[in-house]
Nanobody
Framework: QVQLVESGGRLVQAGGSLRLSCAAS????????MGWFRQAPGKEREFVAA???????AYADSVKGRFTISRDNAKNTVYLQMNSLKPDDTAVYYC???????????????????WGQGTQVTVSS
């Protein structure tokens, strides 16, 4: 049974930093591409960042230069380092796993096979 468990979300002031973690189990982590999505109140879930098996990365324009995705295959964990946080970054952040063996980095929700429960990030102004 695949499980993805996010952690690290909390209340932070604008301009601050947070690191989110997503611990995966029940899968061969190194073979999966991993992504982060977020959903703000009243909005649809949107792509934030992704990293494939070869450590190639992709980012949404809104977070490029501020967020960094990384993975540690030895720990079955993917991270999202978030710097220079803005109130607009307030959302529930979800981790997702893509089992397709492709070098292409998935950026759409329906391309991911497994999802975590989410962790709340709130950025105060």
């Amino acid at each position: 049974q695949v499980q993805l468990v996010e952690s690290g979300g909390r209340l932070v002031q604008a301009g601050g930093s947070l690191r989110l973690s997503c611990a995966a189990s029940g899968l061969t982590f190194s073979t999966y591409a991993m992504g982060w999505f977020r959903q703000a109140p009243g909005k649809e879930r949107e792509f934030v960042a992704a990293i494939n098996r070869s450590y190639a990365t992709a980012y949404a324009d809104s977070v490029k230069g501020r967020f960094t995705i990384s993975r540690d295959n030895a720990k079955n964990t993917v991270y999202l380092q978030m710097n220079s946080l803005k109130p607009d970054d307030t959302a529930v952040y979800y981790c997702a796993a893509d089992r397709k063996l492709s070098s292409r980095i998935a950026t759409k929700e329906n391309e991911y096979d497994y999802w975590g429960q989410g962790t709340q990030v709130t950025v105060s102004s």
